[in-house]
């Protein structure tokens, strides 16, 4: 399934127990403050890589594809990345019968990332705030979301 919507994301959130993101990088982080801002952090049971170079992120595990039980195949899973790699992404987690697998539209990423960096819950500097302002300069944070005091 793929959310493009906040709604259908806070939906899907509110409504499970647990859930992995496959990804580490800065798309995870935004995912994870995002579940952190809406108190639901605890519903993160770990992160999935395709290469391990750490334990963990964020105090979540971090698991490669082939460490994963039975039980944690059938986990749904978040793909935390941006477009160019989820068909290779989605081969790995399909080679293990994965298939509770989502994704978001790039426009509801741009959301997610501006919230994130717009968090109370992580303090990320004043670089990632520019980024957030050109993120809205350059519309790909939709106004739809009314969002505002950019660059706080």
Not at 11 to 17: C, H, N, Q, T
């Amino acid at each position: 399934m793929k959310f493009t919507e906040e709604t259908e994301l806070k939906e899907f959130f509110g409504g499970i127990d647990r859930v992995a993101f496959y990804g580490v990088g800065g798309m995870g982080k935004n995912l994870y403050v995002y579940l952190k801002d809406h108190g639901w952090d605890r519903k993160l049971a770990f992160f999935i890589v395709t290469k391990k170079n750490v334990e963990e992120f964020w105090g979540a595990p971090v698991k490669e594809v082939s460490e994963l039980d039975e039980e944690e195949r059938h986990l749904p899973v978040v793909i935390a990345t941006r477009k160019n790699f989820h068909d290779s992404i989605y081969g790995s987690l399909g080679a293990i019968g994965a298939t509770d697998i989502h994704t978001l539209s790039e426009s509801l990423l741009n959301h997610v990332e501006y919230l994130a960096n717009q968090s109370a819950q992580c303090d990320l500097g004043p670089a990632k705030k520019r980024h957030a302002a050109w993120l809205k300069r350059k519309h790909r944070i939709e106004t739809i979301w009314k969002l505002g005091k950019v660059g706080k």
